[in-house]
């Protein structure tokens, strides 16, 4: 019996032995996998590292450094920055005073059914057309929105242009106006005067003034008598005095005080 029990202790002596061993052997082995794991990641850094130094000195001599390609970059930035703000503020006002003089040219065709509606139509088909051309000239490209200001600013100002004679003659409480409103009108806005006369010519442009026959001298001698002459008229003999009442229209009053 006591053999029996002392063989099952070296039965289970034996077995715990190996259990033992077998862990220590499990151990070994994950502690030698990360060993490796450590030293073949370094490998890899290390080829890693070596290329990219060696890719570097390709690059460098190829495109040379870095920092010098970036300076440059930089240097040259900097320079086309002021060059481009010198050449704006150098051009700027000549831009702006030929955008305006090309769109104060424009001449509204007036007619008797105006329409603010067809007006401004008109006046954008013609800053189109000018901003079409002066593009096709400068080899340049004038974007919609900026024929759209162009239009709506030469717009306000025919719009300035239109109220101004009716402030004028509310300003001092009148239902007409006199000489010296139209004058001081016609100061403070020279180009009325323009306006004014293509109006007046494009009213005027179908009459004709009536021709008067001259009758040839008649040569029968120094014994025929001439001929008497009726007496004129009060009506011819009248002076004639323009008035915004008297006249057909403002315009052509404006007109006949030239």
């Not at 001929?227 to 057909?248: F, G, I, L, Q, Y």
Request: hydrophobic share 35%.
């Amino acid at each position: 019996m006591t053999s029996r029990n002392d063989g099952i202790q070296l039965l289970l002596q034996a077995e715990k032995s190996a259990s033992e061993k077998v862990n220590e052997a499990k151990r070994r082995k994950a502690k030698r996998l990360k060993e490796a794991k450590i030293e073949a990641q370094a490998e890899i850094d290390a080829e890693r590292a070596e290329r990219e130094r060696h890719f570097k000195m390709i690059e460098e001599r190829v495109l040379g450094r870095r920092s010098e390609i970036e300076a440059q970059i930089k240097k040259l930035t900097d320079e086309i920055i002021v060059t481009q703000s010198a050449s704006v503020k150098l051009h700027k006002e000549d831009a702006i005073d030929l955008l305006m003089s090309l769109v104060m040219d424009i001449k509204p065709s007036l007619h008797a059914n105006y329409r603010p509606g067809e007006h401004k139509a008109e006046l954008h088909y013609k800053c189109t057309k000018i901003a079409e051309e002066v593009a096709k000239a400068q080899n340049c490209t004038i974007d919609l929105d900026i024929v759209c200001l162009a239009t709506e600013l030469l717009f306000r100002f025919h719009q300035v242009l239109a109220t101004d004679l009716e402030t004028f003659a509310k300003h001092a409480k009148r239902t007409t106006i006199n000489m010296d409103d139209v004058l001081c009108f016609v100061r403070r806005n020279p180009q009325l005067v323009q306006l004014m006369s293509d109006f007046h010519k494009q009213q005027t442009a179908g009459k004709k003034p009536p021709g008067v026959a001259v009758p040839p001298p008649t040569s029968t001698g120094t014994d025929s008598k001439k001929p008497e002459e009726p007496p004129p008229r009060d009506s011819e003999t009248k002076t004639t005095v323009h008035s915004p009442d008297s006249a057909h229209s403002l315009t052509e009053w404006f007109m006949d005080l030239e």
